[in-house]
Nanobody
Framework: QVQLVESGGGLVQAGGSLRLSCEASGRTFRDYRMGWFRQGPGKEREFVARISRSGGSTFYADSVRGRFTISRDNAKNTVYLQMNSLKPEDTAVYYC?????????????????WGQGTQVTVSS
């Protein structure tokens, strides 16, 4: 079992940057593949980025590729999402999630553990 707590959200102007953190409890963090998802007002939860257990492999949604960077520090039980060149359409609640699955990792239902979310608002 792992518990996840996100932080780092806030209000930022378009073009600005934010860094989200997700700290995991438990000693098995390194066993999980991690993902970031977001859910905007009136929208379904959507995939943003994912990272392998070692951190050596990452994958991004087309909408954020080149602007966002996912990383992890297994010694600190933490996964990060660096968000640059933010746009108003990036406004959403951002969630981190953990999975032991190996396929379809862009699908929310593949993730077993979720944080409570952190709000990101980008003003124009």
């Amino acid at each position: 079992q792992v518990q996840l707590v996100e932080s780092g959200g806030g209000l930022v102007q378009a073009g600005g940057s934010l860094r989200l953190s997700c700290e995991a409890s438990g000693r098995t963090f390194r066993d999980y593949r991690m993902g970031w998802f977001r859910q905007g007002p009136g929208k379904e939860r959507e995939f943003v980025a994912r990272i392998s257990r070692s951190g050596g492999s990452t994958f991004y949604a087309d909408s954020v590729r080149g602007r966002f960077t996912i990383s992890r520090d297994n010694a600190k039980n933490t996964v990060y999402l660096q968000m640059n060149s933010l746009k108003p359409e990036d406004t959403a609640v951002y969630y981190c999630a953990a999975t032991n699955s190996i396929e379809d990792l862009q699908r929310p239902y593949k993730y077993d553990h979720w944080g409570q979310g952190t709000q990101v608002t980008v003003s124009s």
